[in-house]
C-alpha cells in the first residue's frame, strides 16, 4: 500500500522519480535535498546518452550505488495531458509496489491543475495495487512524498477515486467462497457506514415480501440466498437549499455465475466469481460521492445472488414476475444478469423517485465480441444523460460506446407465456438492453455493459489483471460533473 502526502519538510528519501518530457528532463521542483546536485547532474547525462523512452508509462532507471537517493526513476510523461498523467503514474506506482522494501520515495513531478493531480494521483495509486488474501497487513506501507507543485485538492479527490477502485478490485478479485451475497452485504455496510452513507441489506423473507421474483429465481440454486444491498447517500445541507438531483446507481452482483441448469462450460466459468463487479463499481462510486461531499443525492442498489445449481435452482420453462408484476419466461438460466437488474430497476422507478437509473453489468458475451476488452457498450433513453457519461469517460479515460436501442429488435422477447422471455438472441447486447428498457419506464435511463472491460487478462496501461475496478471512476465523473 502507498500513502501519499506532500511533506512539510524536504528530506532524503531512498528513491526519487523525476519527469521526461520528450527530451528535456523536468528538474524545476526538484530540491537539492531530494536529489543532490551531482545527481541531478548525472542523470541529465544518462537522459542525453540513453534517450530513455518519453511515452507516457516508460520509465527508465538509473542506478546510483551507494548514494542517497539509491536510485533515480526517469519517468516518460507523453502529452502530459492529464491522460497521459495518469498513465504515467500508473507506471510509477507500480515500479514502487515493484521496489518492495523501499520505503520512502519522492515523486517530483509537477500537477499543477486539479485535474492533472487528481490523474497523479489516481495513477500512482492506481499502479500500487495489489491484490492479496488475506489482505497484506499494513508493515509493507510505502510513503510517497509529492514534491513538485501540485493541488492538494486535486490529490485528495485523486486518491479518494483510486481507492474506491481498488476497493471494487478486490471484492471482484475474491473468490466467491468469501464473497457470498450476505457477505457482499456485510462488506458493504462496513464500508460505506464508515463513509457516511445509510445501508440497508435486505434478506430472502424481504425480497419475497416486495415482490423481487427475479432475485429470488436466481438465487435459488444457493445455499447462499441471495440479498438486496441499498446504500444512500446524502449531502448535510441547511433547510433552506434548494432540492439536490437524486441518481440511482444499479450494479449487478452475481457473487457467482455457473449458468444454472444451462451450465457453463469449463473456460466460460473460470472467472465468473468477477461476475458482481457492476455491483462493486456502483458500490465503489458511492462511496467516492460520499467521500467528497458531492451536491448530489445517490442510492446505489445491488441486488446480489448467487447462479447455481442444485434442486431448488429455477428451470428453463419456469415463468416467473418480477418486481411489479411483470412476467418473464426463463429460456435460458444462464441470463440471469436482466432478471436481477429487472427487479431492482423496477424498485428504483416505483420507489426512488430518481432523476436518472444507470445500471453497469457484466452482462452479455456478445458485448465482448462487438466492442473488446477495454471498452464499454451503454445503452441511454436519453441525449443528455449519454453526453454526461461521454463527458465522464474522457475525463476518466474509461471508455465506452454507444450502442443502439433498435426498436426493430423488440419481437425477439416476444413470449406466447409472458410478458418476454429471457433469452431473446442476438445481437445479444441489444436484446439484452432492450429485455431492460420496460422497467425504467419513462425515467432517463443508461445501461453500461461492461462484460469486457470489468476483467483482465493481463496489466494494461490503467487496468489491473483480474477484476479492473472499471466504472468506479467513470460514475464518479459522471455524479461530479452532473452534482454541479
Ligand atoms: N455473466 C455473463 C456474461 C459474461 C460473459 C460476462 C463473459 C463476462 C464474460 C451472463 O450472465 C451470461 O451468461 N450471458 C449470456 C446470455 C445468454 C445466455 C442469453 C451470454 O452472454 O452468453
Ligand atoms: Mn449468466
Ligand atoms: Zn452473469
Excluded at 444512500?232 to 445541507?237: D, G, K, M, V
Amino acid at each position: 500500500m502507498i500513502l501519499l502526502q506532500i511533506p512539510e519538510h524536504r528530506r532524503p528519501c531512498d528513491v526519487v522519480v523525476i519527469g521526461l518530457a520528450g527530451h528535456e528532463l523536468e528538474l524545476p521542483g526538484v530540491s537539492t535535498t531530494a536529489l543532490p546536485v551531482s545527481a541531478a547532474e548525472a542523470a541529465v547525462a544518462y537522459v542525453n546518452a540513453e534517450s530513455p523512452d518519453a511515452r507516457a508509462g516508460r520509465i527508465a532507471t538509473m542506478p546510483l550505488p551507494g548514494q542517497v537517493p539509491s536510485r533515480v526513476l526517469i519517468a516518460g510523461l507523453g502529452d502530459e495531458t492529464a491522460a497521459d498523467l495518469r498513465r504515467a503514474a500508473v507506471a510509477i506506482g507500480r515500479a514502487i509496489r515493484d521496489l518492495g522494501a523501499v520505503q520512502r520515495v519522492s515523486v517530483a513531478i509537477d500537477a499543477q491543475s486539479f485535474d492533472e493531480s487528481r490523474a497523479l494521483a489516481e495513477g500512482l495509486v492506481l499502479g500500487s495495487y495489489k491484490f492479496a488474501m488475506p489482505a497484506s497487513a499494513d508493515d509493507d506501507l510505502q510513503i510517497v512524498d509529492l514534491i513538485g507543485a501540485v493541488d492538494r485538492a486535486g490529490l485528495t479527490a485523486g486518491d479518494e477515486a483510486a481507492d474506491a477502485a481498488g476497493w471494487a478490485r478486490d471484492l471482484g478479485n475474491t473468490p466467491a467462497s468469501e464473497l457470498t451475497p450476505a457477505r457482499l452485504g456485510e462488506l458493504a455496510e462496513a464500508q460505506l457506514t464508515a463513509a457516511g452513507c445509510s445501508v440497508s441489506v435486505r434478506d430472502e423473507a424481504w425480497l419475497a415480501d416486495q415482490g423481487f421474483g427475479g432475485v429470488l429465481a436466481v438465487g435459488g440454486g444457493s445455499a447462499s440466498g441471495p440479498r438486496l444491498i441499498e446504500v444512500s447517500y446524502r449531502p448535510r445541507r441547511g433547510r433552506a437549499a434548494p432540492p439536490l438531483k437524486h441518481i440511482v446507481l444499479v450494479g449487478k452482483g452475481i457473487t457467482f455465475d455457473t449458468g444454472g441448469l444451462n451450465l457453463k462450460r469449463s473456460g466460460a466459468m473460470r472467472m465468473m466469481h468477477t461476475d458482481m463487479c457492476g455491483g462493486a463499481a456502483v458500490l465503489g462510486a458511492i462511496q467516492y460521492a460520499a467521500m467528497q461531499h458531492l451536491p448530489i443525492r445517490v442510492t446505489a442498489l445491488v441486488p446480489a445472488a448467487e447462479n447455481s445449481v442444485s434442486g431448488t435452482s429455477m428451470r428453463p420453462s419456469d415463468i416467473i414476475s418480477q418486481f411489479g408484476g411483470r412476467t418473464t419466461e426463463i429460456g435460458n438460466t444462464d441470463a440471469e444478469g436482466r432478471l436481477v437488474l429487472a427487479d431492482a430497476i423496477a424498485y428504483a422507478v416505483a420507489r426512488l423517485k430518481p432523476d436518472a437509473v444507470i445500471d453497469i453489468a457484466t452482462l452479455t458475451g456478445a458485448m465482448k465480441v462487438a466492442l473488446g476488452l477495454e471498452t464499454a457498450g451503454y445503452f441511454a433513453n436519453d441525449d443528455e444523460l449519454a453526453a454526461g457519461l461521454e463527458r465522464a469517460a474522457l475525463t476518466s479515460d474509461e471508455a465506452v460506446w454507444r450502442m443502439p436501442l433498435e426498436h426493430k429488435y423488440v419481437s425477439a422477447l416476444d413470449s406466447p407465456v409472458a410478458d418476454a422471455r429471457n433469452d431473446p438472441g442476438n445481437p445479444g447486447g441489444i436484446t439484452a438492453a432492450l429485455f431492460l428498457q420496460p422497467f425504467v419506464k419513462d425515467v432517463p435511463w443508461a445501461h453500461l455493459d461492461i462484460a469486457g472491460p470489468a476483467r483482465a487478462l493481463s496489466e494494461g496501461p490503467i487496468f489491473s489483471r483480474g477484476a479492473t475496478g472499471y466504472g468506479v471512476r467513470l460514475l464518479a465523473s459522471y455524479l461530479e460533473t452532473t452534482a454541479r
